[in-house]
């Protein structure tokens, strides 16, 4: 890195990139650090060049609690594809930003903040210096740690992943049109280093050949057959050595697959995902959520001692990732 601007090779002064990127959920069930989904659910960017310096508006989820300064996770994500192409440092920018995925909620909200950075920066880059598609993923997947996630905010849809020759490959797969993802979001958060830190470092043989076959029957339930998405779902893998972090997000994901819906936690969690088949099943799914969730006698009314207030919506699975436009004044 160099404290430089190559002005050859980045868009000139009032050149405005705009990039609008869907949530992601990670992991999926059995499908532990290698699937992802993208959420209808988005987070917009503007990026604007000025002459120096750097320059925020931030506003929605987590605003208040973000740097305002190049430690910001969007600008470390440009100097980031900066660094790849070659480009030398940042020049001035103004960075206008509104947030709709929650924060530390398992809903990829970190992930879709490397994206938009990535994708803005590439795209103030001239031509002949931008990242190409293979490149820009492998910069999104080193800054996130894994691809599970930034994979299906960039593509859309369900991507399954992997890591061959040092090198991250995520394939898109396009989600069946019935298949609703109904979110319950929790009023409290957990990190990810928190519930990645409760995960033993081994598993018994029939654990892994039994998440094994239920991943590989998850990808063909959302694309060809959702009927199979509850049986699909079953994890052996992660979720439960997560539970005693998410206590009532475990409870209610527990009661919905009792009462025959696929659920699971969101990524990390604790948000409660719910594959629903169909938008008759996704409103069962919300009353069944909203019923249990009332009842002060359910573990998953309370954490810590204090009543959880719950958020519900139905969403979809964008076929399309991340959108990028670009203007001059």
């Known amino acids: ?111 879709s903040a490397v994206v938009a950075g990535v994708l803005a920066a590439n795209a103030l880059l001239s031509e002949g210096t931008r990242l190409d598609d293979h490149a820009v993923l492998q910069v999104c997947s080193q800054l996130e740690g894994h691809p599970d996630n930034v994979a299906p905010t960039l593509y859309g849809g369900l991507t399954v992943s992997f890591e061959q020759d040092g090198q991250f490959v995520s394939v898109p797969v396009r989600v069946h049109e019935d298949v609703i993802p109904v979110m319950a979001i929790p009023d409290f958060e957990v990190a990810t280093s928190v519930a990645r830190g409760l995960l033993p470092d081994s598993v018994a043989h029939r654990t892994a050949a039994v998440t094994a076959g239920r991943a590989a029957l998850l990808v063909e339930a959302l694309s060809h057959r959702p009927e199979y998405l509850l049986p699909a779902t079953f994890d052996l893998l992660h979720q439960p050595y997560r539970a005693q972090a998410m206590g009532p997000s475990f409870e209610l994901m527990t009661q919905l697959r009792e009462r025959g819906f696929a659920a699971l936690i969101s990524g990390a969690g604790p948000t409660v995902l719910t594959l629903a088949n169909g938008t008759q099943e996704a409103e069962r799914v919300i009353s069944a959520i909203e019923e249990i969730t009332s009842d002060p006698e359910s573990e998953a009314h309370t954490h810590n001692s204090a009543d959880v207030s719950w958020r519900v919506m139905a969403l979809r699975v964008p076929a399309e990732g991340a959108k990028v436009g670009v203007s001059t004044q």
């Open 1 to 111: 890195m160099t404290d430089v601007v190559n002005e050859q090779a980045v868009a000139g002064p009032g050149t405005t990139v705009s990039v609008r990127v869907p949530g992601s959920t990670g992991n999926v069930g059995p499908g532990f650090d290698t699937l992802g989904l993208a959420l209808g659910y988005y987070d917009e960017l503007a990026v604007t060049r000025i002459d120096s310096g750097l320059e925020f508006e931030l506003s929605g989820e987590g605003s208040e609690n973000v740097p305002r300064t190049a430690d910001h996770l969007v600008v470390r994500s440009m100097q980031a594809v900066f660094d790849a192409a070659g480009a030398g440092s940042l020049p001035g920018l103004r960075l206008k930003a509104h947030n709709q995925i929650p924060h530390g909620r398992g809903m990829g909200s970190s992930a």
